[in-house]
């Protein structure tokens, strides 16, 4: 079924445009390179995988529990609502809230293969180039992943969120090399890579937890090459420079913090928007999740340099300033363990029963 008679919504047209501007910059100089930069370009290299064989399709998934989320994850919990809801409502809230979820997760990795492309063209630095190409296929491999999911198991799609939108278009409209890295591999990433996490820690629900910490296994490295090119790069701006640049970060959290609220969703239940923003903050599930998914965002800005006065301010205000002390490369560290953790669980109980199986014809083959 084509993904347009999916949606929950009109999404509207079929294609976005963003005009985009900036110089595309060639590179004659082959040779010299940033041996961290190169190093994690060979690891994109060696870590590339088939999300068509990597992870096991064949799992099923109930479409009304996809995840495992407890009701209290529900923003209807509690309420008048939630008590006038049948069992038979209860799961189709839920298969609307997990469609949600990852038809943004499913629109955020289109738009990073994007910014990862429009990094190739754009960055000045041959090995920036490199490792970008690499990370434009894992963001192809991650968008292809995420819409199987949609189509196959949960047979649903929301339209992009127009805050996500926002924050996309004016991360593609800037002319400034360094902005696909900022408004892309920080927030955007940033916020999604924590998202994934409380997922992937929280389902019993074995095809979800796979998808997610496979595709963090590739975010990790993402993360690291953002930090890695804007920290070089913005020791040599001018406290101006570096302003402006917080001042887009300011923006940007907020609108990934009112990104989070799945308003649409309860919409479609037939609450009015204004009720339903508002019974999204009382949630106390929300208040949590809220913190938790500026965990990544917040230490990765402090790390490249960007920790003026205005964007401390932000951060207090939305009460994730003490994140900037996380760490971060210990974050990393462990979404690559956990993957490696997963197949390794996998494939000792596939082997287990291929042993098992020829164990049970050797043995039925001396009977007979």
Known sequence: MPTYEMYTNDPGDRLWHVPASGDARFSWEYDDGRDRLLALYQKGKDKQWDGQKRIDWDLEVDPHD???????ALALHGTPYWAKMTDDDKGELRRHFTSWQFSQFLHGEQGAM?????????????????????????????????????????????????????????????????????????LIEGLALAAFGLIRDTTDK????????YVMQDE???????????????????????????????????LMR???RGVEVLENFGIPKAEAEELSERSEF??????????????????????????QRAYVDMGVF????????????????????????????????????????????AEG
């Not at 995840?67 to 209290?72: H, K, R, S, Y």
């Not at 190409?133 to 992943?145: K, L, P, S, W, Y």
């Not at 074995?206 to 910490?213: M, N, T």
């Not at 930090?227 to 913005?234: K, S, V």
């Open 66 to 72: 996809p995840l495992g989320a407890p009701d209290e």
């Open 114 to 186: 994007v910014c990862a492309a429009r990094i190739v063209e754009s960055v000045p630095d041959l090995d920036a180039k490199f490792y970008s190409a690499t990370q434009t296929m894992d963001e192809a491999r991650h968008a292809e992943i995420y819409a199987r999911f949609l189509h196959e198991k949960i047979g649903m799609l929301y339209p992009i969120n127009d805050n996500l939108q926002s924050l996309l278009g004016d991360t593609l409209r800037d002319s400034r090399w360094d902005m696909p890295y900022l408004g892309m591999q920080v």
């Open 206 to 213: 074995p095809l979800p937890k796979q998808i997610l910490a």
């Open 220 to 254: 990790a490295r993402h993360v690291a090459f953002g930090r890695m090119a804007l920290r070089d790069y913005y020791r040599q701006l001018t406290d101006a420079e570096l302003r402006e640049r917080e001042e887009f970060v300011i923006e940007g959290c907020y």
């Open 258 to 260: 009112d990104r989070l």
């Open 286 to 311: 929300l208040h949590l999740f809220r913190r938790l998914l500026f965990s990544r965002i917040v230490p990765c800005v402090k790390d490249i340099g960007l920790w003026g006065k205005r964007l």
């Open 322 to 365: 003490e994140l900037g002390d996380s760490n971060l490369d210990l974050l990393m560290a462990q979404d690559e363990e956990i993957a490696e953790r997963l197949d390794a669980e996998r494939f000792a109980a596939e082997e287990a029963e291929r042993v098992a199986e020829v164990t049970e014809a050797i043995e039925a083959g």
